[in-house]
Nanobody, 125 residues
Framework: QVQLVESGGGLVQAGGSLRLSCAAS????????MGWFRQVPGKEREFVSG????????DYAESVKGRFTISRDNAKNTTSLQMNSLKPEDTAVYYC??????????????????WGQGTQVTVSS
């Protein structure tokens, strides 16, 4: 089992940047595919970005491609999401998620086994 704790959310103006971090407990972090999702009230949770176990393969939603960068440090049990050129439509609660057992990045929320509590990102216009 793994516990995930996100940090780094906040309020930023459009065009600004934020860096989200997700710290994972446990000693087998390198065996988890990691993902970032976001959700706004009244809408389904949507895939933002994912990274495979080694960090060699990444995936991004079209809406964030070229602006967001996902990374992981298996030695520190962390994954991060660097968000640049933020837009008001990026406003959401952002969640970190972990999948145990797969080797490829997953875009479907229900394929993930563990979730963090979420961190609010608000982008003002």
């Amino acid at each position: 089992q793994v516990q995930l704790v996100e940090s780094g959310g906040g309020l930023v103006q459009a065009g600004g940047s934020l860096r989200l971090s997700c710290a994972a407990s446990g000693r087998i972090f390198s065996r988890y595919v990691m993902g970032w999702f976001r959700q706004v009230p009244g809408k389904e949770r949507e895939f933002v970005s994912g990274i495979d176990r080694s960090g060699d393969s990444t995936d991004y939603a079209e809406s964030v491609k070229g602006r967001f960068t996902i990374s992981r440090d298996n030695a520190k049990n962390t994954t991060s999401l660097q968000m640049n050129s933020l837009k008001p439509e990026d406003t959401a609660v952002y969640y970190c998620a972990a999948n145990f057992g797969n080797t490829m990045v997953l875009r479907t929320p229900n394929r993930y086994d563990y979730w963090g509590q979420g961190t609010q990102v608000t982008v003002s216009s």
